[in-house]
């Protein structure tokens, strides 16, 4: 059963990509076609243009190349080592990094109410709420105050996209920055969308917080509006490990073999 998850998950991991990346990779195909097209009609004319089309073909392919070798590496993620996690002591073991990480320009302020433990990947959230905090930066330009709350909540069936009723831990992410427009937010989640300059984001961030919080359980919610601000929040269900069943877990988890 466990296989057969990962399965599903696999395949609705795919399907995002494809419907996000397969217009670029069209693209990078048109221009190695067209540069081999063109070559072949020079064939008999002056060597230099003929290479020029053939170093335009290279080009496109060499980008495709590295568009598929950065989609196997998504596509083989770390698997989850869940374990039983209070969500607000994670938070405040990473606030030093995270005020080391984001300069000092940016307030970081912590409000860790409620109790809920989560069962998660503690590194997976760590990785999740440093993705969230940088992203945060990047919308405030390096300035202004960033708040991260954890909090216990309650939710009816359906409140929360397609998550069923019970206990919740929600960890938000609150940042004054730039805020997405109604488009970036319809589209921030799909791998390899960025609205960054070209070395400075990826497109993978969120993304990859939604693949985390789905294959925890879990779900991502974004309230944002563009001048005053994000908050991105973190839906994580509550743990309903009970605690002898800790104590008889090994201290690895279920780590899948092969
Ligand atoms: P990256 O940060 O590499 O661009 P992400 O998947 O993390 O990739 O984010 C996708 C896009 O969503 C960003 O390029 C940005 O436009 C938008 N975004 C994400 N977080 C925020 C935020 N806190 N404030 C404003 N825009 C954001």
Same mark, same amino acid.
């Given at each position: 059963?466990?296989?057969?998850?990962?399965?599903?998950?696999?395949?609705?991991?795919?399907?995002?990509?494809?419907?996000?990346?397969?217009?670029?990779?069209?693209?990078?195909?048109?221009?190695?076609?067209? *540069?081999?097209?063109?070559?072949?009609?020079?064939?008999? *004319?002056?060597?230099?243009?003929?290479?020029?089309?053939?170093?335009?073909?290279?080009?496109?392919?060499?980008?495709?190349?590295?568009?598929?070798?950065?989609?196997?590496?998504?596509?083989?993620?770390?698997?989850?080592?869940?374990?039983?996690?209070?969500?607000?002591?994670?938070?405040?073991?990473?606030?030093?990094? !995270?005020?080391?990480?984001?300069?000092?320009?940016?307030?970081?302020?912590?409000?860790?109410?409620?109790?809920?433990?989560?069962?998660?990947?503690?590194?997976?959230?760590?990785?999740?709420?440093?993705?969230?905090?940088?992203?945060?930066?990047?919308?405030?330009?390096?300035?202004?105050?960033?708040?991260?709350?954890?909090?216990?909540?309650?939710?009816?069936?359906?409140?929360?996209?397609?998550?069923?009723?019970?206990?919740?831990?929600?960890?938000?992410?609150?940042?004054?920055?730039?805020?997405?427009?109604?488009?970036?937010?319809?589209?921030? @989640?799909?791998?390899?969308?960025?609205?960054?300059?070209?070395?400075?984001?990826?497109?993978?961030? !969120?993304?990859?917080? @939604?693949?985390?919080?789905?294959?925890?359980?879990?779900?991502?919610?974004?309230?944002?509006?563009?001048?005053?601000?994000?908050?991105?929040?973190?839906?994580?269900?509550?743990?309903?490990?009970?605690?002898?069943?800790?104590?008889?877990?090994?201290?690895?988890?279920?780590?899948?073999?092969?």
């Amino acid at each position: 059963a466990e296989a057969q998850l990962r399965q599903i998950q696999k395949m609705e991991a795919v399907g995002q990509l494809t419907g996000g990346i397969a217009h670029d990779f069209n693209n990078m195909l048109a221009v190695v076609v067209g *540069g081999i097209d063109l070559a072949k009609r020079r064939i008999g *004319g002056p060597k230099r243009e003929i290479l020029q089309h053939l170093n335009n073909a290279m080009d496109g392919a060499t980008r495709a190349a590295a568009l598929t070798r950065r989609l196997l590496g998504f596509a083989r993620a770390e698997p989850l080592l869940p374990e039983q996690t209070d969500p607000g002591e994670l938070v405040r073991g990473i606030t030093d990094l !995270l005020d080391r990480t984001l300069g000092e320009r940016i307030q970081v302020r912590v409000e860790t109410n409620g109790s809920w433990p989560v069962y998660v990947d503690p590194h997976q959230l760590e990785n999740a709420l440093l993705n969230m905090a940088v992203n945060a930066r990047d919308a405030m330009e390096g300035e202004g105050m960033l708040t991260i709350a954890t909090s216990d909540v309650a939710l009816d069936d359906g409140e929360l996209g397609g998550l069923p009723g019970g206990d919740y831990v929600r960890i938000a992410v609150a940042d004054q920055g730039c805020g997405m427009s109604e488009e970036v937010q319809r589209r921030a @989640f799909e791998p390899f969308f960025t609205t960054k300059e070209v070395g400075k984001g990826t497109g993978l961030g !969120l993304s990859q917080i @939604f693949g985390f919080a789905r294959s925890s359980g879990g779900e991502v919610k974004i309230d944002s509006a563009v001048g005053v601000g994000t908050v991105v929040s973190l839906f994580l269900p509550r743990s309903l490990v009970l605690p002898e069943e800790v104590r008889r877990q090994p201290a690895v988890a279920s780590r899948p073999s092969g």
